[in-house]
Structures are given as C-alpha cells and as structure tokens.
C-alpha cells in the first residue's frame, strides 16, 4: 500500500460530505454538497442518484484532492455511507431507472409491508425470525416497484442502494454488507452472506440484487474508467461500505457492549451494542461490521428534518439574516426556543411528520401540535417542536428497556448536537447522560476509519476509538423532572387517543391523490 490519505463519503437526506483523512484521524479536506429531497406525492420521498448521488460523489471527490493537493495515487483506500435502506433500480450500465425510494420516510409500500408480513406470520421457519416489517423495510419496495412498474422491473439488472450505487461505477461491482441487508429480513441469511431460498418467491430473483459482504471487505477497486472521471488511481480499493448512521457510529467510538450511538441527523437514529443478537418486535437486531458483533437498532423518522421544515415555513427574517452574512438560522432558532420555558408553556407535539419508525412501527402516524392557544409564539412551537423528539427518545429507551437490553453509556452525534439547548431538553426530558464526540464530520470519518480496516491499516472497528474524542456531558436537570413527567404521559396519550383518525385521515388522502 503506498497511498498515505483515507477518503470517506457519506450520502445524506439533504446533503453529501466528503473527507480526505490521515491514518492519526487527521482531516485535511472535506467538502459538503447539499442536495434536495424531493416529495412527488404525500407518502412518496425520493432520491435522483444520478444528479444527487453520483454528481455529488463526483464534485466533492475532485474539491477534496485539489483542496489537499493530492494526488488520486496517495488515497489508499475509500469507504462509502448513505441513507439507508434506499431501494435503486439500475440497468446493466449502472445508470438508475427511476428515481431511489428512501428509507423509512417513505411509506408507499405499506400494502405490500402488510401483504409480506401475512407471509412471514403464515411459514413456520420465517416466523422465527420474529421481523415485523415496516417503512423501514426493503423489501416491501422492491415489491411495490415489481407491481407498480413492471416494465421498468423487466429491466432491472440489479436493485441497488446508494453505496452500491457508487460501487457499481466505479469498479463494475455491486456489493452490500451483512448490516445494512438486515432492511431484507427475513429474506437474507446473515450468517452464511447469502439470500435465502425464499427471496425469489416472494422479493427478487436473487441474481437481481447485490452480492453480500462484510463492511470492510474490498468489494472492488477503481476500474480505467472510473479513475478517469473521479480523478482517482484505477486500481484505488473501495470497501463495501454500509449505512450512514454506522459509519456515524464508528466516528463514535462505538467499541463495547452497552455502548449506543445517538444520531441526530434528518431523523433519529441509535445503534446499540449487544452481546448477542437479540429479538424484539420493536426494533431491529441484526450483526454488525464484523463476524461476532451484534447491535439493536432503530429510530424516529424526523428530528432535523422538522427543524428544517420549521425553519423553511416560518423563519423567514433568520434565514433572510442568514443569507445576508449574519447568524446561523439554527442558531437564531434555538436562541428564540430558550426564551420559551420548558414545557413550551403548555404546547405538546407529536413529532410523526413522515409517519414513525420504533417503536410504534407505524406510516400512518401524523404530526400534531396540542394545546395551541393565542398567547402562543414562535418561540413556544419551536421548543415544543424540540421536545418532541426528546419524548419520542424516551418513548424508546422505556420500550428497549421493557424489552431487556439498556444502554450503558450514550454517544451523541450528528449536527443536531451543535444546538446545546436540544440536547439538555433530551437528557433532560429522558433523564440520561450523553457524551458529546468531539469529531464533528460524522458519518464520513467513519467512512475513512472503516476503509482503513479494509486496507489493514487498523486491526478492526474496535481502534476506532483512537479517532473518538468526547467533548463533554450534557446530564439531566432534576429540577424539570417532574413537569416533563407529566407531559411525557400526555405526549405518549395523544398518540394512542389519536391513532385511529390518522389512518382514518392517511386513507381519506390516498383516495385523493390517486384520483
């Protein structure tokens, strides 16, 4: 090996980030491209890989080596992240069909969600499994695309997520690791990195989707062409790669069991380590990076994205502000959100949005604003809004305890931790301690450190806390425990007394938009 820089590149909701890395942890590049997030129909969320993925792969590849005056021959390694699962169609030159249907917050496949779990219930070796599909599941859309657009199916010649996307490009080579092929259960076998009999009956023919692998395997290296528009070394190693929230994870240092990872990014996710792979109707357990490591997964389906879509609606004056060389439109909202005290002097909101992922599984869910009177603010709504995904936090550390795993210690990363204000609401509203990594670059770093396994510069993920630092602990409040207590039952409440209008509501609005 002579190349001296990691590359690591994660795919996000709204944007791409790159970083050119050294094996001490080093940055000396990075590159962010934002990119738009596109909602054709209510329910339906989308990706255009070639304009979004595959353009700002390209871009950031070509600003981190001239930004590090580098050579593509210098990079030793490179290692891929993204939004996960996400569900691609490709022909056999890797150029996408349609556009990518993203991961949980997109529920167009809930009847065929449904139509597969009555599958899985009914056979007598798939119902141990204990899955419950949901939006956050493959393959009901892989189904949906076979139903609904059959003559783009007929030609597919792989599906694709947008790590093997890239990979795809870039070596010829489509691979998807042991991890992230959880979002296929139980139609993957974990154990033996292959699928099961039953995926051509009742997902895909088998040779119409990727080869599996563990993350740091080198699934292919950078072919002539590849290097010719990259401006990479052919020959350069590409790892497998996996989903965005355990690249953030590895940034972590997330090394032993009890160790959780808190991302706050677009949405919520946690990735918990466990000792063995656990089985619980409310969350996802599946194997880690590594033969011999397990984790317990899951998470809510916005948090970022709500502060985005406040900010966008009703923010006008700090973005405007923002623009014109002033303060952070962020930071001015959380500075207005700590006017209003905690509580949000009696606002309570539901943070479903985009339906919810776990622990309530549920695409019907609907965003909801409680309590509303005119001695309201802006203030108030945007600290409610806060609260809820502190609520909805909660709401899931009581079911994973209830389910007999608990955290030992909690790492906090992803850009919402650059609000202090969000993060002493969560500790405070789900009275927990969160350690802060220093490393802001997230799921990218990760991305350098799991290419640097890959090419043997580290033993494995375990090293990864030579790159982790914590910044400092943000603990929980005992003076506002009780208040948030009482609104913890009326937030969890609201939901159950409400449920059953918002599916009445979800099939009043398909009925219309299908029209």
Known sequence: MTGKYLLGL??????????????????????????????????????????????????????????????????????????????????????????????????RASEEALELQQVIDRDPIL?????????????????????????????????????????????????????????FAPFVDSDNCCWTADTAKYVAPPEKLPRLTWTCDIAGRVTAEGARLSGLAAGTPIITGTADAAAEATSAGLANDGDM??????????????????????????????KGTYVLTGGMSTAGSLTKWFRDLFAPLEVKAEKAGGENAYTALARLAATSPAGANGLIMLPYFSGERTPILDPEAKGLIFGLGLNHTRADVYRALLESVGFGIRHNLEVMKDDG?????????????????????????????????????????????????????????AEATRWAKVERVVRPQPEVRSLYDERYRIFRGLYTSTAPLMNRLGMQVRRLTSC
């Not at 059959?150 to 489509?174: D, I």
């Not at 927990?432 to 997230?442: D, K, L, M, N």
Request: aromatic letters at 10%; a negative charge; charged letters at 20%.
């Open 10 to 107: 994660d795919i996000g909701t709204y944007s791409s980030k790159g970083l050119l890395v050294r094996e001490d942890g080093e940055v000396v590049a990075s590159k962010v491209g934002e990119h738009p997030l596109e909602i054709p129909r209510p329910g339906w969320v989308e990706h255009d890989a070639e304009t979004t993925w595959w353009n700002d792969f390209l871009s950031i590849t070509h600003s981190l080596l001239q930004s590090g005056n580098t050579d593509g021959r210098q990079i030793a390694g490179i290692g891929f992240s993204a939004i996960s699962p996400a569900v691609l169609p490709i022909d056999r030159e890797g150029k996408p069909l349609r556009k990518a249907i993203l991961y949980g917050i997109d529920t």
């Open 127 to 183: 119902c141990r499994s204990g899955v419950r599909l949901s939006s956050q599941s493959a393959s009901p859309k892989v189904l949906w695309i076979r139903r609904h657009e059959p003559e783009l199916w007929a030609r597919t010649h792989l599906v694709v997520n947008g790590t093997g996307f890239l990979l795809y490009r870039l070596t010829g080579q489509a691979t998807l690791d042991v991890y992230d092929s959880v979002s």
């Open 261 to 290: 990872m808190m991302m706050y990014g677009s949405s919520i996710f946690f990735i918990l380590r466990t000792s063995h792979l656990y089985q619980t109707p409310h969350f996802w357990c599946a194997p880690f990076l590594e």
């Open 405 to 461: 795993v608990q955290p030992k210690r909690i790492l906090a990363v992803g850009g919402g931790t650059s609000n202090p204000l969000w993060l002493q609401i969560v500790s405070d509203i789900a009275d927990i301690e969160q350690h802060v990594i220093q490393q802001r670059s997230g799921a990218s770093y990760g991305d350098a450190f799991l290419a640097g396994v890959g090419v043997g510069l580290f033993a494995g993920t």
